[in-house]
């Protein structure tokens, strides 16, 4: 019979899930098999200590355990003393565990029981895990925790799909290829670049949250910029410089302009997740200053009187 589980993961029999699950990484990380190859001990003990975790962190099993309806190996207990790691009065039947395995003795029996506590219900035979002789295998060690991290990325590396450098808890630093469609809450899996566990490493996963900027703005794919320009630019027209998230461009002011005049650059915006990118939406904002040579020259400029709130029946 296997030992106490609870002294197995040096925990006490009221400890946590948590506490339990703690105790376990730390003793499944000294005693690894990968890590205690010239110890074969080691590695029994490492089963050992597999064993029982699976054990209590089953509530279901953990329960029976305590209420002694099943032994340590998650045998159920036989009524009227006899054991159900025993056989009969004379101790010729059952099984019992051994360094080279389990001796099943001279009796038959049913243990389709015994093994499903032991080894769980299995499916098929392919995949991981331990196939008894009764066709069932115990579940694959389990993998170890993810790892879970916030990547606070520019709002113009997101729109530009920028990579971004990030420094994983083993100290080492990737660079992470942003994906299409990125956008506050996208979550990126990065396979086996969590916690170590007795089945292999768990998964880093990364959250991002694109930082606001000071200008721009986005609307869907789309990037949204008010850009100021001069009573004779709005005018007369012209050329003037504008930001855009590759940089600045040139952009075409058509003569005439008002403010809340609005200009498309092509695919300055955010990439979509089909390939193809948003645009940048200019909108003109007249810049009026206070001059007191262009407050005397519209006291008697004709073009004042017009009404521009007539549409609007005003």
């Not at 205690?36 to 975790?53: G, H, I, L, W």
């Not at 005018?235 to 003037?240: D, I, L, P």
């Amino acid at each position: 019979m296997a030992a106490d589980p609870y002294s197995m993961l040096g925990v006490a029999r009221g400890a946590s899930e948590a506490d339990i699950k703690k105790a376990y990484r730390k003793l499944a990380k000294e005693l690894h098999p990968d890590r205690n190859k010239d110890n074969p001990k080691a590695a029994e003990k490492f089963s050992q200590v597999t064993a029982a975790y699976d054990l209590l962190n089953d509530k279901d099993k953990r329960a029976k355990f305590d209420r002694g309806e099943i032994d340590a190996d998650g045998n159920p207990t036989a009524p009227f003393g006899f054991g159900a790691g025993r056989g009969g009065p004379g101790g010729g039947g059952g099984f019992r565990s051994s360094s080279s395995g389990f001796d099943f003795g001279s009796e038959g029996g049913d243990f389709g029981d015994i093994f499903e506590g032991l080894f769980g219900r299995g499916g098929s035979s392919g995949g991981g895990g331990f196939t008894s002789g009764f066709g069932r295998r115990s579940a694959p060690p389990p993998k170890g925790a993810d790892i879970a991290y916030r990547l606070r990325v520019p709002f113009e590396d997101a729109a530009a799909l920028k990579p971004q450098r990030i420094t994983l808890a083993d100290g080492k630093t990737i660079d992470l290829k942003l994906a299409a469609g990125v956008e506050t809450g996208t979550q990126m899996r990065l396979a086996g670049k969590g916690e170590q566990g007795p089945g292999g490493a768990g998964d880093a996963l990364v959250t991002v949250e694109v930082e606001p900027h000071r200008f721009f703005r986005r609307d869907g794919d789309n990037v949204l910029l008010d850009l100021p320009v001069t009573l004779k630019e709005a005018v007369e027209g012209g050329k003037v410089k504008a930001p855009t998230v590759d940089g600045a461009v040139m952009l075409n002011v058509p003569a005439g302009s008002s403010s809340g005049r609005t200009l498309r650059l092509k695919g300055k915006g955010f990439h979509k997740k089909g390939g193809a990118r948003g645009d940048q939406l200019v909108t003109l904002m007249v810049d009026v200053p206070d001059d007191e040579a262009l407050r005397e020259f519209v006291k008697d400029w004709a073009g004042g009187t017009r009404n521009p709130r007539a549409a609007l029946g005003v």
